[in-house]
């Protein structure tokens, strides 16, 4: 069964600062998807940002970029310039290939700190 | 934007009691799921929903479970005879295509069972 590792439970940033969210994965899987959703103290969760397996090239939204290393299945989330409203849960996920389990399977989260 | 939509935000039921969650997912979506999230603990997914029946089901989701989408719009989750251990906050997600994992989560719904 795939699993999703959050080795860090809880960080902080200075704001304005760069931080980096560690997830690490287990599959035997070659095509998939992974994704970090955050959720703020409202509770809901909000997509950050998805990376395809297949895509060698890292994806980026705005401050937000990922660092996919597809053979160390290392997926970690770079927040650039942080801003207090980044503070929140960060759940790092993954989701099969299509035509197989629609499931997304979740880390455990960080809980991400930012200091003004 | 479009947005899942869950009511109530917060439901407070007696042990035992039937409880139905409803979510009104974004409107051109045709996969739907829920999600469980027991205070402190990761996000657990529960059940995914496309053509009106049941695609995939995880191992929480027994007999005590149930989903339907009754009207075209919402979609909701039934559980029958609460236990304690049911508290949570429960996640609706919809999505518009399948294999492109892009879910939509709703806000959550708070189930407290005393």
């Known amino acids: 069964a795939q699993t999703v590792t959050q080795s860090q439970p809880e960080m902080s940033v200075q704001e304005a600062e760069t931080v980096t969210l560690s997830c690490t994965y287990d599959t035997s899987e070659s095509d998939y998807y992974l994704f970090w959703y955050k959720q703020p103290p409202s509770r809901q969760m909000i997509l950050v940002i998805r990376?395809?397996?297949?895509?060698?090239q890292n994806a980026t939204e705005n401050r937000f970029s990922v660092n996919f290393q597809k053979a160390a299945k290392s997926f970690s989330l770079k927040i650039s310039d942080s801003q207090l409203g980044d503070a929140a849960m960060y759940f790092c996920a993954y989701r099969g290939p299509q035509g197989g389990s629609e499931k997304l399977v979740f880390g455990k989260g960080t809980k991400l700190t930012v200091n003004p | 934007e479009p947005e899942v939509t869950q009511t109530p935000s917060h439901q407070v039921t007696q042990m035992g009691q039937e409880v139905i969650l409803r979510c009104v997912p974004i409107s051109n979506h045709l996969y739907f799921y829920w999600y469980r999230q027991i205070l402190g603990q990761k996000v657990e997914f529960l059940v995914s929903?496309?053509?009106?029946?049941?695609?995939?089901k995880s191992e929480i989701f027994d007999d005590q479970f149930s989903v339907e989408r009754p009207d075209g719009s919402n979609f909701t989750l039934k559980i029958r005879s609460t236990k304690l251990e049911d508290s949570a906050m429960y996640f609706c997600?919809?999505?518009?295509?399948?294999?492109?994992?892009?879910?939509?989560f709703g806000q959550g719904t708070r189930l407290t069972v005393v």
């Open positions: 990376q395809e397996a297949y895509k060698q």
């Open positions: 997600a919809s999505s518009e295509l399948r294999g492109l994992g892009m879910n939509f």
């Open positions: 929903f496309y053509n009106n029946e049941i695609s995939e």
